[in-house]
């Protein structure tokens, strides 16, 4: 027979411990304070062409997968660039989640940074991005290891979670596999 008080605290289920700053934290540390979720996509795959191409059959494929992956996600803003393969991939996700598609310049990491925390902070944004400034734009959300994608990458996804007490960077693929 087994004792039901043997092993009472194994048996016992214990919230989940929640750290939050003190107000002395938040008044002395109010810049760095501050929460987010961001989701960091590349766009997906073009169309063949010069200039300012469309995406292609697969990449509206993998836009539209993006849409049904972030659909219990709560997405807050949609943020892409001037390109059309970029406002292509999230305008599925922001017309599913009936917000506005946000454009912000390229290589501007540190504005993007910037609007997030002050327009979004404590909620969960979609940033379009592109293959040469996904490293940055994730260092300036404090994810440093991600590295610059090569141009057949199109399947990345990099969540990066802010606290006020750490960066989290879960990396994950989407969609059909691109080597």
């Given at each position: 027979?087994?004792?039901?008080?043997?092993?009472?605290?194994?048996?016992?289920?214990?919230?989940?411990?929640r750290i939050t700053p003190t107000p002395v934290l938040r008044r002395k540390y109010a810049l760095r304070l501050w929460t987010a979720t961001v989701i960091l996509v590349r766009h997906a795959e073009k169309a063949s062409g010069s200039g300012n191409p469309d995406l292609s059959a697969a990449g509206h494929a993998r836009a539209a997968l993006l849409r049904d992956m972030l659909q219990d996600a709560r997405i807050d803003a949609v943020f892409v660039t001037n390109t059309n393969r970029s406002r292509q991939t999230g305008t599925p996700t922001a017309a599913a989640e009936g917000v506005p598609l946000t454009q912000y310049q390229a290589h501007d990491a540190a504005w993007l940074r910037a609007r997030v925390r002050a327009r979004h902070a404590g909620k969960t944004v979609l940033i379009v991005a592109h293959s040469n400034t996904v490293d940055n734009i994730a260092s300036a959300f404090g994810a440093s290891a991600v590295l610059e994608l090569e141009e057949p990458h199109f399947d990345r996804m990099f969540v990066i979670t802010r606290s006020w007490c750490a960066t989290r960077l879960l990396r994950l693929r989407y969609g059909a596999p691109t080597p």
């Amino acid at each position: 027979m087994r004792h039901p008080t043997r092993y009472p605290l194994i048996r016992r289920r214990f919230p989940a411990h929640r750290i939050t700053p003190t107000p002395v934290l938040r008044r002395k540390y109010a810049l760095r304070l501050w929460t987010a979720t961001v989701i960091l996509v590349r766009h997906a795959e073009k169309a063949s062409g010069s200039g300012n191409p469309d995406l292609s059959a697969a990449g509206h494929a993998r836009a539209a997968l993006l849409r049904d992956m972030l659909q219990d996600a709560r997405i807050d803003a949609v943020f892409v660039t001037n390109t059309n393969r970029s406002r292509q991939t999230g305008t599925p996700t922001a017309a599913a989640e009936g917000v506005p598609l946000t454009q912000y310049q390229a290589h501007d990491a540190a504005w993007l940074r910037a609007r997030v925390r002050a327009r979004h902070a404590g909620k969960t944004v979609l940033i379009v991005a592109h293959s040469n400034t996904v490293d940055n734009i994730a260092s300036a959300f404090g994810a440093s290891a991600v590295l610059e994608l090569e141009e057949p990458h199109f399947d990345r996804m990099f969540v990066i979670t802010r606290s006020w007490c750490a960066t989290r960077l879960l990396r994950l693929r989407y969609g059909a596999p691109t080597p």
